[in-house]
């Protein structure tokens, strides 16, 4: 039974985590920079948690804020030049995916503040990040534990990078933060923790291991999913710690496997129809299911078997969540985005064959 695993990150999770392991900020360094949102931080309660535990240490802070959704590497490395301003021993993200992954890439600038686009996205880089505490705010990215960072370049396409440097030191994991969601961020960021487990079952680099991660992950996501109606009565606390659990099990299996051809379609609409990432990453995900039924059934039943949930009651709990998206395309523009496509490594991860023309069809069946 082979297995491939890679975990660094210390990873703490529970109430009041960061409270009450705040001695283990003191061995990072006397001064750091916070990299935030615009105001998600503050409203969950996360920022006055970190803040405290800082002062409490006797570490200097200082907020960078800048981060917006689907973040900029210009964002990302401007967060770094002023952590390098500041003299940061390290960095502290705090917020959704876009802020934590913001916060990756801001260590990594801090260390080498004179880094552009090209030399971020090249990974030569001359010093090691500085090291990178992560405090989640939603449900849905798992970034917490992944070795990965998702960007808008400048040209207006959305990147991941993949760099062992780029794991956090410290993740805490407290699902209070998480509270102050409303519905519709539930559902977007709570759907991508199922696009993260699906994918990842589908993926060429599972084992065993990812495989019990998506599992559970999955099990968690449509039970507390059903419960709430698509999430649109309000979880409760140990709902929310359910979830914010869900999307951990997803990072820790994306971290073996990567994720396939939903995940890069979804960029697609992120960029071009504004669809936030979680809804535009699950767009795809009963294409992914349905092609997988054809190609590899036994594999496929075997899935449904594990997650203890039949095809129709988990699309049934899938539509609940996920909206109707209003989205045309014509023939020109679905034949323009082909070529992102071609040869691109999620699409190679699939457990079955997929390529451009795959992506043409689904583009058509459903957007045309």
Known sequence: ??????????????????????????????????????????????LDAVTQALDAGGIEHAV??????????????????????????????????????AAKV???????????????YSRIWQNAPKPVVLVGTTSGTGSEVTQVAVLTDSSGRKHSIHDPRLYAAISFGDARFTMSAPPRVTATTGIDALAHCVESYFSRKADELSRLFAVEGIRLFLKNAAETQGFAGEPSYARREALYTASIMG??????????????????LTERFGIPHGFASAAFMPAL?????????EYTAEFFTRIGCGQEEFMRIYAAVMPALDIRMTREEITAALPRFKGNGSFGNTAYDVDERTAEEILTRNFL
């Not at 299996?253 to 979804?266: D, K, S």
């Not at 299911?289 to 059934?297: D, F, K, N, V, Y």
């Open 251 to 268: 990072g820790l299996a994306i971290n073996t496997t990567g994720t396939v051809f939903p995940h890069t379609m979804g960029y697609l």
């Open 106 to 120: 801001a260590g990594a600038a801090a260390a080498n503040p004179d880094m552009d686009e090209s030399g971020l």
């Open 64 to 101: 960078y804020s800048g981060i917006a959704p689907n973040p900029t590497v210009e964002s990302c490395l401007a967060a770094g030049r002023m952590a390098a301003e500041f003299g940061a021993d390290f960095v502290v993200g705090i917020g959704g995916g876009s802020a934590l992954d």
């Open 1 to 46: 039974m082979p297995i491939d695993l890679m975990m660094p990150v210390h990873l703490i999770t529970g109430a009041e985590c960061i409270g009450k392991n705040a001695k283990a900020l003191a061995g990072l360094g006397k001064r750091c920079l916070i990299v935030t949102g615009h105001s998600g931080a503050k409203r969950s309660g996360a």
């Open 289 to 297: 299911l349905s092609g997988a039924a054809e190609h590899m059934p």
